[in-house]
């Protein structure tokens, strides 16, 4: 199945925001340039299997265009429900052969995926009982959930992105990225006669819109990339993520789809054991790595990059991190 981010939409939408996209025949290559150099990298974000021919491929190709490196995260599942589905060690013998190596993660090497393909009914009673208390709650005090594409509702979900980065102190894509995001995914493919990848579903209270999640749904699987939600504790006490999450997964019942991907696992967090409740297969993909194409300028790319992050550390346990939108 062919991820959101190695479609022609997605390609177009990067070349808008200022990247360079090489299109292979294995799909999509996002180009980055390196601060205060020359040098760029290559995102080699969710694509396939990996193979000889592809590694091969993604080599000269790396050569040919000067990049330090390209980072390969692919969409390729090695685990499902605790049972390995693909030889893991093959791939990775495979990369390594070529020279790469372990890289720093954009993608959590983990997600959640919910089984479409079971009734509502089914669904429901795997869920924790904490969780389909949640949503009974949260419809008992009138929270009403629904699909809402409209301007409207877009800059509501923007307000609330604000809030809920404040919030959490975590980084995230400004509000210009969400716009340019939202004008191609769902403006442009609605304009095209296209199903918009991009969807809007909000959670209103009185009226209000107090949560709004941005999903994604292509070639039958549907994706929830990014949530917002009031900071009033008010509202929040309406538990309306949890039948945002309810309605979401019965939206992508309506769509068509056959999986939910719920983009990203990290034990320990908050958002984790949210996602947890609603009885989720865990996955597990290949990893990442790192394909060195130059390797003076990887190895000092990887101290840079680790001194960032040192930085970036020290400045939140000090309190001097300003988490903006």
Same mark, same amino acid.
């Given at each position: 199945?062919? %991820?959101?981010?190695?479609?022609?939409?997605?390609?177009? @939408?990067?070349?808008?925001?200022?990247?360079?996209?090489?299109?292979?025949?294995?799909?999509?290559?996002?180009?980055?340039?390196?601060?205060?150099?020359?040098?760029?990298?290559?995102?080699?974000?969710?694509?396939?299997?990996?193979?000889?021919?592809?590694?091969?491929?993604?080599?000269? *190709?790396?050569?040919?265009?000067?990049?330090?490196?390209?980072?390969?995260?692919?969409?390729?599942?090695?685990?499902?429900?605790?049972?390995?589905? =693909?030889?893991?060690?093959?791939?990775?013998?495979?990369?390594?052969?070529?020279?790469?190596?372990?890289?720093?993660?954009?993608?959590?090497?983990?997600? @959640?995926?919910? !089984?479409?393909?079971?009734?509502?009914?089914?669904?429901?009673?795997?869920? %924790?009982?904490?969780? +389909?208390?949640?949503?009974?709650? =949260?419809? +008992?005090?009138?929270? *009403?959930?629904?699909? !809402?594409?409209?301007?409207?509702?877009?800059?509501?979900?923007?307000?609330?992105?604000?809030?809920?980065?404040?919030?959490?102190?975590?980084?995230?894509?400004?509000?210009?990225?969400?716009?340019?995001?939202?004008?191609?995914?769902?403006?442009?493919?609605?304009?095209?006669?296209?199903?918009?990848?991009?969807?809007?579903?909000?959670?209103?209270?009185?009226?209000?819109?107090? /949560?709004?999640?941005?999903?994604?749904?292509?070639?039958?699987?549907?994706?929830?990339?990014?949530?917002?939600?009031?900071?009033?504790?008010? %509202? &929040? $006490?309406?538990?309306?993520? =949890?039948l945002l999450m309810w309605e979401a997964i019965k939206l992508g019942k309506r769509?068509?789809? %056959?999986?939910?991907?719920?983009?990203? $696992?990290?034990?320990?967090?908050?958002?984790?054991?949210?996602?947890?409740?609603?009885?989720?297969?865990?996955?597990?993909?290949?990893?990442?790595? !790192?394909?060195?194409?130059?390797?003076?300028? &990887?190895?000092?790319?990887?101290? /840079?990059?680790?001194?960032?992050?040192?930085?970036?550390?020290?400045?939140?346990?000090?309190?001097?991190?300003?988490? $903006? @939108?």
């Open positions: 199945m062919t %991820h959101p981010l190695q479609t022609p939409a997605w390609a177009d @939408f990067r070349r808008k925001w200022g990247n360079e996209v090489v299109e292979t025949p294995y799909g999509y290559i996002t180009l980055h340039r390196l601060p205060f150099t020359s040098r760029k990298i290559g995102m080699f974000l969710k694509g396939e299997m990996p193979t000889k021919e592809m590694v091969e491929y993604l080599t000269t *190709e790396g050569r040919r265009l000067g990049l330090a490196f390209i980072k390969i995260e692919t969409n390729y599942v090695v685990k499902k429900g605790g049972m390995a589905c =693909a030889d893991k060690e093959k791939a990775v013998t495979l990369l390594k052969k070529y020279g790469a190596v372990p890289g720093k993660t954009l993608f959590t090497p983990t997600t @959640f995926w919910i !089984d479409l393909t079971e009734s509502e009914e089914d669904l429901l009673k795997s869920f %924790h009982p904490k969780t +389909r208390y949640n949503i009974r709650y =949260a419809e +008992r005090k009138g929270v *009403e959930v629904a699909q !809402d594409n409209s301007e409207t509702a877009f800059e509501k979900y923007l307000s609330l992105m604000k809030e809920t980065v404040v919030r959490q102190k975590f980084f995230a894509h400004n509000e210009k990225y969400h716009r340019l995001m939202w004008e191609v995914l769902n403006k442009q493919q609605t304009i095209n006669n296209k199903q918009p990848i991009a969807r809007l579903l909000t959670a209103k209270s009185k009226g209000e819109i107090i /949560a709004a999640w941005a999903l994604f749904a292509y070639d039958g699987v549907l994706y929830y990339p990014y949530g917002a939600s009031s900071s009033n504790p008010n %509202h &929040y $006490r309406l538990m309306p993520s =949890a769509l068509g789809c %056959h999986t939910f991907d719920l983009w990203g $696992r990290e034990p320990g967090k908050g958002f984790t054991k949210f996602k947890e409740g609603y009885n989720p297969q865990v996955i597990e993909f290949l990893g990442t790595w !790192d394909l060195v194409i130059n390797k003076k300028i &990887y190895q000092l790319y990887r101290v /840079a990059e680790k001194l960032r992050w040192l930085m970036l550390r020290l400045q939140a346990e000090l309190g001097l991190t300003k988490y $903006r @939108f």
